[in-house]
Nanobody
Framework: QVQLVESGGGLVQPGDSLRLSCTTS????????IGWFRQAPGKEREGISCISPRSGNTYYADSVKGRFTISRDNAKNTVYLQMNSLNPEDTAVYYC??????????????????WGQGTQVTVSS
């Protein structure tokens, strides 16, 4: 069955880096996009990055552009989110998700159907 498992979250200081991993199973990264989302307390879930199948085109929200990098390793069925220059506004639960349809990609949560359980990222001095 389809599964996504996030890992790599933690407590870091402002300016630090973290790399999140999203390990997938039950579907192919060659045909389904993967998105990264985050949700802070009291806020709506925000799409921050996604990677398209086949071409591997990447997309970023303005809030993380230039600081975060999404990548994937198809052999490991894993998608990564490298997060640099973290600041307290990046504190949230981070989720990865699988697109509902093949070859559809975007940052809207409603185009994704399967979600991981989330991993907490806390940026604090």
């Amino acid at each position: 069955q389809v599964q996504l498992v996030e890992s790599g979250g933690g407590l870091v200081q402002p300016g630090d880096s973290l790399r999140l991993s999203c390990t997938t199973s039950g579907f192919s990264l060659d045909v389904y996009a993967i998105g990264w989302f985050r949700q802070a307390p009291g806020k709506e879930r925000e799409g921050i990055s996604c990677i398209s199948p086949r071409s591997g085109n990447t997309y970023y929200a303005d809030s993380v552009k230039g600081r975060f990098t999404i990548s994937r390793d198809n052999a490991k069925n894993t998608v990564y989110l490298q997060m640099n220059s973290l600041n307290p506004e990046d504190t949230a639960v981070y989720y990865c998700a699988k697109a509902r349809r093949t070859f559809v990609v975007g940052l809207r949560p409603d185009i994704y159907d399967y979600w991981g359980q989330g991993t907490q990222v806390t940026v604090s001095s």
